[in-house]
T-cell receptor
Framework: GAVVSQHPSRVICKSGTSVKIECRSL??????MFWYRQFPKQSLMLMAT?????????EQGVEKDKFLINHASLTLSTLTVTSAHPEDSSFYIC??????????FGPGTRLTVT | GEDVEQSLFLSVREGDSSVINCTYT??????LYWYKQEPGAGLQLLTY?????DMKQDQRLTVLLNKKDKHLSLRIADTQTGDSAIYFC?????????????FGKGTHLIIQP
C-alpha cells in the first residue's frame, strides 16, 4: 500500500523557537496533503489542506501565520510551527491523497514545547 | 458544524465479537470510514462504506450504516489480541479522500484473555 512518512517522529523545542515537520509520500504522488492535530484522548482535528504549488487552506480557528504550510512538490509538504508555545505541544499527523476514496496517513510527530 | 461521536472504551473477551458504534450529524456525509491506530504507527484504513450502502462485509469486519439515524457500527468477529488498538470513525462530506476528514475521538478496544 501507499506509504507516508513524517520527520521527525519526536521533537522537543524551547518556547519561542520554530519547528519544521516534513511529510513525504514515498511511493506515490500526492495531489493533496492534509495536516491534522491530535490531543490526548481527542479526535484528530483538521488544521489545513494543501495542494501542490498553491496556498494552503486553513480551517477556522487555525492561525495561518503560526502554522506555515508549504507543499513544494507532489511528494513533500512541510508544516512549520513558528514561535512555538507550550500550548502548541501536540501530536501532528499528515495524510496524503492521490485519487479515490482513501487518504494515507503518516505515523505522526510528537511536538513538545518547553 | 459536523460532529462524530463514539464511546471511548470497549472491553471484550478474546474470541468474542466486538461492536464499536459511532454517530454522526452531517447528513451530507458521502463516505464513512473506520481507521485503526496502533502505538507508533499511522492510521490504517480498515474499511469504508459509501452512503448509499447499508452493509459491507470484509473478512472479519462488518460495517452497518443506518443513514436515517446517522449511526455507523463496526463489528469485528472473533476478536484477537492483535485487534487491540484505537478505532476511529470518520466521515467525508463529499469527495472521499479529497476532503479533510472529520473524526470521532476514537474507541480504545481492550481485549481480555
Amino acid at each position: 500500500g501507499a506509504v507516508v512518512s513524517q520527520h521527525p517522529s519526536r521533537v522537543i523545542c524551547k518556547s519561542g523557537t520554530s519547528v519544521k515537520i516534513e511529510c513525504r509520500s514515498l511511493d506515490f504522488q500526492a495531489t493533496t496533503m492534509f495536516w491534522y492535530r491530535q490531543f490526548p484522548k481527542q479526535s484528530l482535528m483538521l488544521m489545513a489542506t494543501s495542494n501542490e504549488g498553491s496556498k494552503a487552506t486553513y480551517e477556522q480557528g487555525v492561525e495561518k501565520d503560526k502554522f506555515l504550510i508549504n507543499h513544494a512538490s507532489l511528494t513533500l509538504s512541510t508544516l512549520t510551527v513558528t514561535s512555538a508555545h507550550p500550548e502548541d505541544s501536540s501530536f501532528y499527523i499528515c495524510s496524503a491523497f492521490d485519487r479515490g476514496y482513501e487518504q494515507y496517513f503518516g505515523p505522526g510527530t510528537r511536538l513538545t514545547v518547553t | 458544524g459536523e460532529d462524530v461521536e463514539q464511546s471511548l472504551f470497549l472491553s471484550v473477551r478474546e474470541g468474542d465479537s466486538s461492536v464499536i458504534n459511532c454517530t454522526y450529524t452531517d447528513s451530507s456525509s458521502t463516505y464513512l470510514y473506520w481507521y485503526k491506530q496502533e502505538p507508533g504507527a499511522g492510521l490504517q484504513l480498515l474499511t469504508y462504506i459509501f452512503s448509499n450502502m447499508d452493509m459491507k462485509q470484509d473478512q472479519r469486519l462488518t460495517v452497518l450504516l443506518n443513514k436515517k439515524d446517522k449511526h455507523l457500527s463496526l463489528r469485528i468477529a472473533d476478536t484477537q489480541t492483535g485487534d487491540s488498538a484505537i478505532y476511529f470513525c470518520a466521515e467525508s462530506p463529499s469527495g472521499g479522500g479529497a476532503d479533510g476528514l472529520t473524526f470521532g475521538k476514537g474507541t480504545h478496544l481492550i481485549i481480555q484473555p
